[in-house]
């Protein structure tokens, strides 16, 4: 693949990880980019490097533009080392670079690496004039990580955002409308609620800043430049920070001989009554990742086990130590679940969805051993109850 101009004097040089199945604890069945933007201009620039193995990759794709040699300037937007993990080999390579970041990005590369390379640090605000071009630094930090910060090019009106606004999409199409509006939002909506969701305060505040700039690109590092639906990314991510979501529904759950099954489907029966389009999804089938677009996107979430060994099913309680981290807010909750004796693991469910701050307006449903047709049809009635108090939120 050869580097693409996507401004001009301005090329994606970054690396493509056709192979990339799983990342940060989620599924990526599109594989992911890590992307690296070189500026030819009086200070020659990179912006952001790749993961380590794919170093010789994005070198090969400097070289066909220049000399990696003559780069002055290395700016480390943010230090994950899916980003950071060639910087090494790269400061061997262009020994002269000065590394521009924040100095949270010092602390981190330093940590990470224990190199005394030349470094310019900048503060959120500052500029740094390259010739024909301006660079300026807005620190982000808890977007998702606290040395986290954006480059923004005025000249250009063209923003660097780092993991902000990415995808990960493995593919030959650099930009958003060479791919298609649907599978890029797919995957921003799955990369914002497996990596981002938790931040959504720290998220509007980075939005704010976003706001006050005139864009017409956002390149950031993983997955397709956004050129034509930047009105649709920023809106999404606005609803996103916000923590709004549709007047849906997603039921999860795990089973054991049935029964919670039977009370999974008896719920969505009933909100189906109410008219609520609902999701169901197993935790035997769908990776808790696939999940939280589902969650992202559900005013209502509805998590059912059934109770062993005096609690939840591992597979629950993976979900909901999963769904802890993330915190998504403004939900409303139902615990449910079926038992033998004890009755604890949809107890443990409700627990979970307490911490989380969720609006819970229903009791939880624990039926012992089997369900019954009447217990059932009490079931459907309260899932026709909850999508009314959906449809009236």
Same mark, same amino acid.
């Given at each position: ?14 690396? #493509? ?5 799983? %990342? ?22 990179? #912006?952001?490097?790749? @993961? ?16 990696? /040699? $003559? ?17 090494? @080999? %790269? ?73 902000? %606004? ?5 593919? /030959? ?6 791919? *298609? ?14 990596? #981002? ?6 998220? @509007? ?13 956002? /390149? ?8 034509? !639906? ?47 389009? #609902? ?24 998590? *059912? ?25 403004? $939900?409303?909750?139902?615990? !449910? ?13 409700? /627990? ?27 079931? $459907? ?5 909850? *999508? ?6």
């Amino acid at each position: 693949m050869q580097p693409r101009e996507i401004k001009p004097k301005i090329y994606w040089v970054g690396g #493509v990880d056709w192979n990339l199945r799983y %990342f940060h604890g989620y599924l990526t069945p599109r594989g992911t980019s890590y992307n690296a933007y070189l500026i030819i201009d009086d200070k020659i620039t990179l #912006v952001d490097t790749v @993961k380590e193995y794919l170093f010789d990759e994005m070198l090969d794709r400097i070289g066909k533009i220049i000399d990696p /040699a $003559r780069i002055d300037y290395l700016v480390v937007n943010h230090v994950e080392m899916d980003h950071s993990g060639s910087v090494p @080999k %790269f400061m061997e390579a262009a020994p002269q670079a000065k590394i521009v970041t924040s100095p949270n990005g010092k602390k981190g590369l330093q940590r990470y690496y224990k190199k005394d390379w030349d470094y310019l640090l900048v503060n959120s605000g500052d500029e740094l004039k390259i010739g024909a071009r301006t660079l300026k630094f807005v620190h982000t930090p808890m977007v998702h990580w606290p040395d986290s910060m954006v480059t923004y090019i005025p000249e250009e009106k063209l923003l660097l955002p780092n993991d902000a %606004f990415g995808q990960h999409i493995a593919g /030959a199409e650099r930009f958003d409308d060479e791919l *298609g509006w649907e599978i890029v939002y797919e995957e921003a909506a799955k990369y914002y609620a497996n990596i #981002v969701l938790l931040y959504g305060d720290n998220v @509007k505040k980075a939005l704010g800043v976003v706001a006050g700039l005139p864009i017409d690109m956002i /390149a950031p590092s993983h997955g397709l430049i956004w050129r034509s !639906f930047i009105p649709n990314i920023l809106k999404a991510y606005q609803r996103w920070a916000n923590y709004d979501a549709d007047k849906k529904a997603v039921i999860v759950y795990d089973t054991m001989w049935g029964s919670t099954q039977k009370i999974a489907l008896a719920l969505k029966d009933g909100l189906d009554e109410a008219g609520i389009p #609902v999701t169901i999804r197993s935790l035997q089938t769908s990776h808790i990742s696939e999940i939280m677009p589902d969650v992202l996107f559900s005013k209502a979430v509805l998590i *059912g086990t059934p109770t062993i060994n005096n609690g939840m099913l591992p597979t629950c309680g993976a979900f909901l130590t999963y769904l802890k981290g993330l915190r998504p807010k403004k $939900r409303i909750g139902l615990a !449910f679940g079926s038992y033998g004796w004890g009755g604890q693991g949809a107890k443990e469910v409700k /627990a979970a969805m307490e911490t989380l701050g969720w609006t819970m307006p229903l009791d939880m449903v624990n039926i012992q051993y089997r369900p019954d047709p009447g217990e059932l049809n009490a079931v $459907r009635e309260l899932g026709t109850k909850l *999508g009314e108090i959906i449809n009236s939120d």
